[in-house]
């Protein structure tokens, strides 16, 4: 069976975004960025046995316009694109592919953008995480740069059925949730580690400087509970440190 290269010769609606360095990818060069690939009946196959609505599978389950972002600094604007949260991959729209999309896994890019170029969208990066039931790399938003960083994880996990043993019959399906958890990465560290949202395990990311970021968050009414908060209290961290 023919199989299909991830994103190679993506068609001309897949347009190239000039990034910081004033480097532009090429169609030519995309086959070489990424790796892996799967057959139409592999992908089809995986895609069933997850039985999931797109409301579950997808983060949206739209497909929207957006940037793939890769590891040499080169980027490429996509017309149309989906992050696949329970396969954890990236599904990119392509008239040209055998069943219309292309599918790059997280092993492939360095992260991507949910929105058009060009104006403010949400930010996925690849990371290496471990859990109880995966380890390897996965798409995180992203939500603040500097030393400390903070991260979210969306997911879909599954909640086993429940079962009467006794008279052999299921009291309660298999059901499939959405999960959103934080996660952080400090400067040095090789992959995020979660977070748990409490004043302990907050104040711990900053060191020395915790006596100072707890004062910073009791003058300006910061909850620890609150993600934004928490970002701001990374912020003023690294206005410390500078």
């Known amino acids: 069976m023919k199989r299909i290269s991830l994103l190679v010769l993506l068609n001309v609606a897949l347009v190239s975004l000039s990034m910081a360095q004033n480097q532009n990818i090429t169609m030519s060069e995309v086959g070489r960025l990424t790796g892996g690939s799967y057959t139409p009946f ?21 497909w929207k316009a957006g940037t793939l972002l ?10 149309a694109m989906r992050f696949n949260m329970a396969m954890r991959l990236v599904e990119v729209q392509d008239p040209t592919a055998e069943g219309g999309i292309r599918i ?26 471990r859990s109880a039931s995966y380890s390897g790399k996965n798409f995180f ?40 958890q934080p996660y952080v990465l400090r400067a040095g560290q090789e992959r995020v580690e979660p977070l748990s949202l409490t004043k302990k395990a907050v104040l711990r990311l900053f ?7 707890e004062a910073y968050a009791s003058q300006n009414n910061l909850s620890y509970e609150q993600l934004p908060n928490v970002v701001r209290m990374m912020e003023h961290y690294q206005s410390l440190i500078k």
């Not at 992908?43 to 739209?62: G, H, I, M, S, W």
């Not at 492939?108 to 990066?125: C, D, H, T, V, Y």
């Not at 996990?157 to 959405?178: D, I």
Request: no cysteine.
């Open 42 to 62: 592999e992908y089809k196959r995986l895609v069933d046995q997850t039985k999931l609505t797109p409301e579950q599978a997808y983060y949206t389950p739209d």
């Open 70 to 79: 890769f590891t040499n600094e080169q980027a490429l604007a996509v017309p």
């Open 104 to 129: 790059i896994p997280a092993a492939s890019i360095r992260g991507f953008i949910l929105g058009p170029a060009g104006k403010n969208g949400q930010a996925f990066e690849v990371q290496s995480y």
């Open 141 to 180: 938003e992203s939500l603040n740069q500097g030393p400390v960083r903070l991260f979210l994880l969306h997911e879909v996990v599954e909640r086993p059925a429940a079962r009467n043993e006794a008279l052999g019959v299921e009291t309660r399906a298999a059901q499939y949730l959405r999960s959103t």
């Open 207 to 213: 060191n020395e400087k915790a006596p100072q970021i």
